[in-house]
């Protein structure tokens, strides 16, 4: 299932939300800022703290997420497989994308005029520093739904 460039454009500059679960179907869902679609129909994903998710996704690879781009009116769902890699190609790749992604948050972060606010994006920065990633998820995506309410243009 290929996705849009519209979607892999709202995967880059979103918050995203990455359902996994037990085999026996315990749900966990955790945000995710790393990100980014390396073709039409593979997303790439890093794990850099994973902890129930990389458990749930050795023991079952079928991954939902979901995300919502306030700017454009777009939400969606896509299901998927996943492989984890840790080494070759696919791993290499996570650096690009950490790169990529540090550098556009610096461009684009909007800081909320308060002291606490302040305060907690500079520890955030500190400690985006440090990350090292562990693994990357490569997403193979096989559904995707919009969350909108259909229009009649769409039928
Ligand atoms: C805004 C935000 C973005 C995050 N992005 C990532 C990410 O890209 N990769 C990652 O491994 N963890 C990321 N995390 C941490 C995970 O959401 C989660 O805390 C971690 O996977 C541990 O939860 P788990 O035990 O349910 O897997 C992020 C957390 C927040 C709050």
Request: net charge negative.
């Amino acid at each position: 299932m290929k996705m849009s460039e519209e979607i892999k454009q709202m995967l880059d500059e979103n918050i995203v939300y990455l359902a996994t679960s037990t085999n026996d179907g315990k749900p966990n869902v955790v945000p995710i800022g790393l990100a980014h679609a390396i073709d039409d129909e593979q997303l790439l994903v890093v794990d850099v703290m994973f902890k129930k998710t990389r458990k749930n996704l050795e023991d079952n690879p079928r991954v939902a997420i979901s995300f919502t781009d306030v700017k454009r009116w777009g939400s969606y769902q896509l299901k998927g497989i996943a492989a984890i890699h840790t080494d070759g190609e696919i791993f290499d790749e996570v650096q690009r994308v950490m790169k990529e992604k540090s550098e556009r948050r610096k461009a684009h972060t909007d800081v909320i005029d308060d002291p606490v606010i302040e305060e907690r994006v500079r520890r955030m920065g500190e400690w985006r520093k440090r990350l090292r990633p562990k693994a990357a998820v490569l997403i193979t995506i096989e559904e995707i739904y919009s969350h909108m309410p259909e229009s009649k243009e769409d039928k």
